[in-house]
């Protein structure tokens, strides 16, 4: 009878847990890939994640990748954003299958048609504004113009604070990945707003 509700008892214990997901765990900062260690998520982590971003400047791009346990079940995100002179975008990726963020990342294609929207261009570095007659056309799904400004911009090895307006694929501040960073005081405003009308 004692081994039976022990087992009883081991059951319902292991049906509410539930076994641990395992992810493969690894980072790479110059190449479009990374292979990395299995491990075994902690409570909680339920997905297994992939975080890449792409940045084209000048015709030569250069990729990051992260993979890693998630703590929560999430959508499938991408961020986009360009300049006159770079384009940028994140892909989060999400699975529930062991070791299912093992295939490289996939970054949809870059679309270089314009799609009528266009938003003011300029850049400040060491300032918290910068205004501009200047304008670009945004391409593909970026039809949102963005201002940034805040402590993103690097010098050597330090960050130094400056500004930019450009187009984006986001529809509000909140959407931005570094959005958090605004209760840092690292980030000090993000606007999101509708483009420019030739009218």
């Known amino acids: 009878m004692n081994a039976f509700l022990t087992g009883v008892i081991f059951l319902i214990a292991f049906t509410a847990t539930g076994k641990s997901i395992d992810c493969i765990s690894c980072s790479s900062t110059n190449g479009t890939d990374c292979s990395g260690e299995v491990t075994t998520c902690d409570d909680g982590?339920?997905?297994?994640?992939?975080?890449?971003?792409?940045?084209?400047?000048?015709?030569?791009?250069?990729?990051?990748?992260?993979k890693f346990c998630g703590g929560t079940e999430e959508p499938h995100w991408s961020y986009r954003e360009e300049s006159l002179t770079t384009f940028f975008q994140?892909?989060?990726?999400?699975?529930?299958?062991?070791?299912c963020n093992e295939e490289p990342p996939k970054f949809p294609p870059r679309v270089n048609t314009t799609n009528g929207v266009k938003c003011m261009h300029c850049f400040k570095n060491y300032g918290t504004d910068c205004n501009s007659k200047k304008t670009m056309e945004c391409t593909g799904d970026m039809n949102k113009c963005m201002f940034i400004s805040?402590?993103?911009?690097?010098?050597?090895?330090?960050?130094?604070?400056?500004?930019?307006?450009?187009?984006?694929?986001?529809?509000?501040?909140?959407?931005?990945?570094?959005?958090?960073?605004?209760?840092?005081?690292?980030?000090?405003?993000?606007?999101?707003?509708?483009?420019?009308s030739d009218a």
């Open 90 to 99: 994140m892909e989060v990726q999400n699975c529930k299958t062991d070791k």
């Open 45 to 66: 982590e339920t997905i297994c994640q992939t975080a890449a971003t792409e940045v084209q400047k000048d015709g030569v791009a250069t990729y990051q990748v992260f």
């Open 150 to 196: 805040g402590n993103i911009c690097k010098n050597g090895t330090d960050f130094n604070v400056c500004a930019f307006r450009q187009c984006t694929n986001i529809a509000t501040a909140d959407q931005h990945p570094l959005y958090d960073e605004v209760d840092t005081g690292n980030i000090l405003k993000i606007e999101i707003s509708e483009g420019i």
